[in-house]
């Protein structure tokens, strides 16, 4: 990729990032973050936690609902 393309490249990625379920990306890097750190149990311990927790948001309801009615979710719009 040409350097001239680069900045706007990264800020059409940080857009799609940024319209995603974000409370997962952020649990997802606390995970990797820490996974060096922890015995395997404990990070699965960790991950089912994770998956339970973010489970319960408004943005796994949405990504649900969108994959269930074939359409693209629109994460964090809905309390």
């Known amino acids: 990729?040409?350097?001239?393309?680069?900045?706007?490249?990264?800020h059409k990625l940080a857009r799609q990032l940024a319209q995603g379920p974000t409370a997962a990306f952020g649990a997802t890097k606390r995970l990797l973050a820490n996974a060096l750190n922890e015995s395997l149990e404990t990070q699965m311990e960790n991950e089912a936690q994770s998956i339970i927790a973010i489970g319960k948001t408004a943005d796994a309801q949405e990504g649900i609902d969108a994959f269930l009615n074939k359409r693209v979710p629109e994460f964090g719009r809905k309390p």
């Not at 990729?1 to 990264?10: I, K, N, T, V």
């Open 1 to 10: 990729m040409p350097d001239d393309q680069l900045l706007a490249e990264a």
